[in-house]
Structure formats: C-alpha cells, structure tokens
C-alpha cells in the first residue's frame, strides 16, 4: 500500500509564474489536508478537502491559492503569479475519516519562487 | 487562543540521555494532542498522542506527561539515541463542526551526539 504521494518533490517557479502542486492520497482515504512549511516554523493548515468538496479553506489566502480533489485523480493545491513570500515547503495529509490528527503525510513539495 | 506554544526551538543531547520538549496551550477545547516527528526531507510522522484523561502514556522510549491545569504536556525521550535527531512538533485538536482541526507548534529540532 503505498503511502501519499506528492509531486512533483521540487519545484521552481520564477515570479508571476503558475505552480501546480499535487497530492495523491493513500488508497481508500478520501480526506486531504494541505500545509504551509516554513523554515523555523510549524505546519500551517490551509485546506481541508473531500472528494470534490472543499471542507474547510480557513487557512488558505484568499486571492491567488486554490485547492480541488476531484473525483478521479490526484488533489491539487494552485498557486497563481507566485511571488518569492510562496516559496515553502507544501505538505499533503490523508486519512480515511475527518481526523485530521491520524493523518499521514506525503514528502512534500518543496517551491522556491525565484 | 488557538496557538501551541513549544520549547526548546533547539536541542542537543547525549547519546543515552534524556530528551524534554514542552508545550503549551490556551484553548481548552483541544481534546487530543498528538507528536509529530520529521527528518530532513521527510514528510511528519505521527509519533504519539494523548488525551486529557490521562497524566501519562508511554510508547517504548518515548512517554508524554500531560498537565490539564497547568495546560502542559511534554515529550520525553528516554535513553536518546542519534537516530533520534529530527525536528519533533507537538500539536492539539479538537471536534470543530465536522472534523478535528490540527494547531501545530513551531517545532524543536534535536540533535542527538554520540
């Protein structure tokens, strides 16, 4: 059973740029969540999705980010026109129910905007 | 009200000792306080976790103390080992409408010499 699986690991972006960031969840888990990384700092949440709803976007910038987990095929975390304060490291979460606390996460993305 | 405070940000212990990371929290609506534990590259792997009705659990080396009044709980390595050097994140959550939402804390990174 493989694990979650994010890709691409590495990503750059120079600014005004689009950055596509996906995240396929472990089989049978039809819960994602997606975190911020910054250096010297915790996970920070953004979205919470199921298949094809978007649960909780609380964390989430409200201009230029987007999230979607459509019903075939992986979750994707969109991040439009990037600007050097985006570059991070992007994690994914699955879990089967809404517990967010029992996920597992993917390797994450690792973006820098140039 | 929603933060998790977490001490050290830095940690360097002997090989055979013992490893003290504490944390805090304001909200008493958290229920359930997990441990994350990250190595370079690697995605957070849920280590251990608590729940308020107990003052202690304990999982091989590791054992967390948890402080209900005092809003405190912590992370013991017993018998710290190299292997054990990675970036350690304490968190809490609680039953918000339909799922638990997960609050990080800024991590404390642990290097264990020989």
Same mark, same amino acid.
């Given at each position: =059973?493989?694990?979650?699986?994010? =890709? ?5 972006? $120079? ?12 089989? &049978? ?12 700092? &915790?996970?920070? /949440?953004?979205?919470?999705?199921? !298949?094809? =709803? ?16 459509? !019903?075939? &095929?992986?979750?994707?975390? $969109? ?5 050097? &304060? ?17 996920? /597992?996460?993917?390797?994450?993305? $690792?973006?820098?905007?140039? | ?8 940000? @830095?940690?360097?212990? #002997? ?21 994350? #534990? ?33 809003? %405190? ?7 710290? %080992? ?10 809490? @959550?609680?039953?918000?409408? @339909? ?16």
């Amino acid at each position: =059973n493989a694990g979650v699986m994010q =890709n691409p690991r590495h990503l750059v972006r $120079r600014r005004g740029q689009e950055a596509r960031l996906r995240c396929s969840p472990m089989k &049978g888990h039809s819960h994602v969540y997606w975190y911020r990384q910054l250096p010297e700092e &915790g996970l920070k /949440f953004m979205v919470y999705l199921q !298949k094809e =709803n978007i649960i909780d976007e609380s964390g989430m910038p409200k201009e230029r980010f987007s999230a979607e987990f459509p !019903k075939e &095929g992986p979750s994707i975390l $969109r991040i439009q026109q990037v600007v050097r &304060g985006d570059s991070a490291a992007y994690f994914c979460a699955s879990s089967p129910r809404g517990q967010a606390a029992e996920a /597992f996460f993917g390797q994450g993305t $690792r973006l820098t905007v140039v | 009200q929603q933060q998790v405070k977490q001490s050290p940000q @830095s940690l360097i212990v #002997q090989k055979g000792g013992i490893s003290i990371i504490n944390c805090a929290y304001e909200n008493t609506a958290f229920d359930y306080f997990p441990w994350y #534990q990250q190595f370079p590259g690697k995605g957070p792997a849920l280590l251990i976790a608590i729940r308020p009705d107990v003052s202690e659990k304990k999982e091989g080396r590791f054992t967390i103390s948890f402080n209900k009044s005092a809003k %405190q709980f912590s992370l013991h390595i017993m018998d710290s %080992q190299p292997g054990d050097s990675a970036t350690y994140f304490c968190a809490a @959550s609680s039953k918000d409408t @339909s799922y638990d939402k997960v609050i990080f804390g800024p991590g404390t990174s642990l290097s264990v010499i020989p």
